[in-house]
């Protein structure tokens, strides 16, 4: 699940030796993994969590939502950031943030502490990918920079795939505080080795959309609080009402600040472009939908079921291992039968794998329901992520590609966030009391989603058939 920088360049005034180069990806993409790890390690982490530090529903979803909230919040801003002070220096800041980060939130003692670590993660996160993308982009060319690309967009897969069963390795053995100590020394040593290595570029003299990334991470987080707090207070509770109208008015204001803008965060106009704007529906859905699987299915699995975190991390490999399936045979059928075709269909595989979970039991074998269905419905949205990122890319001008890639990214994070929101506010009485109705009524809105977003991508998704060779994917 590879990022792909907003403005990616072609020049290369310094270009690391062959050798250097090769250490060069491996090291970046050592770092980048890392970032794509702690999106899913930490859902099989969550229930110890909560017992330990004594968290409530509410807080649970933040220990998710705060990282890639400001992960995709700031990620414009941090590609940005890397033209004006050199992509070398903004990955060792991102890197020597998110690693400090990692130790902060491992060594929480309570919420705040766990929360502030988390969104530091993420605002380390969002300096460090675009700007390790672009570097990878511009030190290698021709057919080398095809394959460096191809290692780059396998970290995706492989990394939600390794995230589940690592974080089940972890919290059932030294404990879950050790899901974010892993990071340390990995990030330590990338540190030490990394600017022996980092081509150093000229930064270019630009204006920075601060007040854009702020209004945007703003608007997302009141979003985010608004759908938790419905959760528990009820939608016509105040304390629900007024940050999603607060989400509403700064939206509003990011979307004013971005036309007054002469450097803007985000080119609106792409969304005036149908393949940019169906890319970013799709990575949005497909997003929501796969990370608030793994919330719900963590939760369903330890609390209601008693399945320890090894046995949870396990459970979850071939759902894991299915969604990098779906999107490796979404590469070959995208070019063959077309965007509109393999979208649609991804989407009701994912509709029709969520249908049997919507009357999940108490009790019972999970192998019988919950493992088939979660299985059929994230291959579906493997087919679906690669359908958002290529129909996005491949249908817009090559100058475009940049801006687009940034456009969809930035909804890659955002939906996992507002995912998992929703879906924790509907199995709000699952998660709290343990009973089996909450996550039912989750997969049951999950199921009605996919279904409707199926008929949304008949009208939204060109009828095309875009070549996926050579190009940045997303993860």
Known sequence: MSHVHPALHTDHPHTPPPPHRRLLLALLCVAQFMLILDVTVVNVALPDMAADLHLGREALTWVVTSYTLCFGGLMLLGGRLADVLGAHRTVLAGLALFTAASLVTGLATGAPMLMSGRVLQGVGAALLSPAALSIVTTSFHGAERNKALGVWAALGGTGSAAGVLLGGALTGGPGWQWVFFVNVPVGVAALAALPAVLPRRTPQPSRLDIPGAVLVTAGTAALIYGLVRAGDAGWSDMTAVLPLLGALVLYAGFAAAERASRVPLMDLRMFTRRPVLAGAFLMLVATALLIGFFFLGSVYLQ?????????????????????????????????????????????????????????????????????????????????????????????????????????????????????????????????????????????????????????????????????TTGGPHAH
């Open 303 to 467: 609390q209601l079921r008693g399945y320890g975190p090894f046995a949870t991390g396990l459970l979850f490999l071939p759902v894991a291992v299915a969604t990098g399936v779906g999107a490796h045979l979404g590469s070959q059928l995208v070019g063959r039968i077309g965007s509109l075709t393999t979208a649609v269909a991804g989407l009701v595989l994912t509709a029709a794998g969520t249908v049997p979970l919507a009357w999940l039991p108490a009790d019972g074998s999970v192998y019988a329901r919950l493992l088939p269905g979660l299985v059929v419905a994230t291959f579906g949205i493997g087919l679906v992520f690669v359908t958002a990122i290529t129909t996005a890319l491949a249908l817009v001008a090559p100058e475009e590609a940049g801006l687009a890639s940034g456009v969809v990214n930035t909804f890659h994070e955002m939906g996992g966030s507002i995912g998992v929101a929703v879906l924790s506010t509907v199995a709000a009485s699952g998660i709290e009391h343990g009973a089996v109705a909450g996550f039912t009524r989750a997969f049951t809105l999950s199921a009605i989603t996919a279904a409707t977003s199926a008929l949304i991508a008949l009208v939204l998704v060109p009828h095309s058939k875009p070549q």
